[in-house]
């Protein structure tokens, strides 16, 4: 039998994979008002059911990487692959709200092990010359993913039940198991150390961040348990830091930061995530609890945004290969966050759906020209041997992001208003987009602090080099 192109068959398998992994960061948002009537729960909860799957995705996403480089990739892809299924069916046959919560987790997990060698295994199966062309589609399905999740969550949730946008996981992976052991090459890279200590101060740092950030308005901001989760948070995170800056195998080089690409691809990353992420979050449940559509109509009602990057990303991919990446990733942006001050300014308890339109379009293009072209700048800012790191630190960046900004938009909301009436909905939702434009704004200033280049006139002819092949330009 024949194997078939293999840069084909890596490209269906990893984007197929990294889909559902990306997919899962929000396809739980449609549902969420579902699951709060079937298993209870307040918003808190809530907040947990998407924080316990972007909190482990974060802070494992550069062990994955390190596991991978030791282990074997395509192993760990596979071994990634199979806790994702299982735990996506654990998710669907979960009986109560923390068992939900702790599959969800384990589904994090999986995904952090799949995730980051995915890119790598994708880069050693693609010519040099057409991997800005894999890298710009790689990239552009994770965002699809991410924001089609609000309209196939909420699609499933209607026609079926909550518990089935979990349980559609266990199929696919189930297929996609079996073709990566027959169509993936393994490799390995050359760090085989990993590094324990860091793993553990990171995973420590953000968990206590965003749990004091998830209970300050319940509990109050100066209460010891908040006092003490922040605290302690800030602290190991500088500890972090320093351990990274004096171990001989770090999870995440500190040296890498001082590559001006490498440090404004991953702040924009961030800062866009929690705009994004946060503001998704809120927007799929005020269609549904303030605005009285069903899941599925509010999934449809997200379109004008979900939609776009299916129509714009493949121009985006074509432009940025013509003019930089940089210039596209800040556009996008600049895009996203006007699209989100627009729905600030609009939200009221009644206000028609028609005005709301163009904040969804502005949004989606936005999101569009932000992923197609921002893997490609990242992993032409690093060499070769360090583009697993690199993408694990980059999805890591943005699943941070994605925890902080579920976590700090939420608090917004529930400073001044909740779930009681459209009006108080309202009174939450507009001061929470306010910081979500805010901070993609910020993330417009990052991005454009990336350096120009420009395509060297000569292709690279050895497979194992990075690609596309670009110089800075000065």
């Not at 994702?84 to 654990?90: D, G, Q, V």
């Not at 699609?155 to 696919?172: D, G, K, R, Y």
């Not at 559509?293 to 776009?308: C, N």
């Not at 940025?320 to 895009?335: E, M, S």
């Amino acid at each position: 039998m024949r194997k078939g192109n293999p840069a084909v068959w890596a490209f269906v398998i990893t984007s197929t994979a990294g889909f559902m992994a990306a997919l899962d960061n929000l396809v739980v948002t449609t549902a969420l008002p579902s699951i709060r009537t079937h298993l209870g729960g307040g918003i808190t909860d809530l907040e947990w059911t998407v924080n316990a799957y972007t909190l482990t995705f974060a802070v494992l996403l550069m062990l994955g990487a390190a596991l991978g480089d030791r282990f074997g990739r395509r192993r760990l892809f596979t071994i990634g692959l199979g806790l994702f299924t299982l735990s996506s069916m654990a998710a669907a046959l979960a009986p109560g709200i923390g068992e939900l919560i702790a599959a969800r987790a384990a589904q994090g997990v999986g995904a952090a092990l799949l995730t980051p060698v995915s890119l790598t295994l994708l880069t050693s199966a693609v010519p040099p010359a057409r991997r800005g062309l894999a890298f710009g589609a790689w990239g552009a399905v994770n965002g699809m993913a991410i924001a089609m999740g609000p309209l196939i969550g909420g699609t499933v949730v209607e026609h079926l039940s909550w518990q089935w946008i979990f349980a559609l996981n266990v199929p696919i992976g189930l297929a996609l198991l079996p073709l990566a052991r027959l169509r993936l090459t393994e490799s390995r890279g050359p760090n085989s150390r990993l590094d324990i200590p860091g793993t553990a101060l990171a995973s420590a740092a953000l968990f206590g961040i965003v749990f004091a950030l998830i209970r300050g308005n319940s509990d109050g901001w100066t209460s010891s348990t908040v006092l003490a989760a922040l605290v302690s948070g800030v602290l190991l995170l500088i500890g972090f830091v320093a351990w990274e800056l004096r171990t001989d195998a770090p999870l995440l080089p500190m040296r890498l930061f001082r590559n001006r690409a490498f440090a404004a691809v991953n702040g924009a990353s961030l800062l866009m995530s929690v705009g994004m992420f946060g503001s998704i979050f809120l927007l799929s449940q005020w269609l549904q609890t303030a605005q009285g559509y069903s899941p599925m109509e509010a999934g449809v009602r997200m379109l004008p945004w979900t939609a776009m990057p299916m129509v714009v990303a493949p121009f985006a991919g074509m432009l940025a290969d013509r003019i930089g990446g940089r210039i596209i990733i800040a556009a996008g942006l600049a895009l996203q966050a006007t699209g989100l001050l627009w729905f600030a300014l609009i939200v009221a308890a009644h206000v028609d759906y028609s005005s709301q339109i163009p904040a969804l379009v502005l949004s989606g293009v936005g999101m569009a020209l932000f992923f197609a072209p921002v893997t490609t700048v990242l992993m032409g800012s690093v060499k070769p041997e360090e583009q697993g790191v690199a993408s694990g630190a980059n999805n890591a960046f943005r699943e941070i992001g994605g925890a902080l900004g579920v976590a700090v938009l939420t608090s917004v909301f529930t400073a001044s208003g909740d779930f009681s009436s459209a009006q108080r909905y309202a009174d939450g939702l507009a001061p929470a987009l306010w910081v979500g434009a805010a901070a993609i704004a910020a993330a417009t200033v990052a991005a454009l602090i990336v350096p120009r280049w420009r395509r060297n006139a000569t292709p690279v002819p050895d497979a194992a080099q990075s690609a596309p092949a670009l110089t800075p330009v000065v």
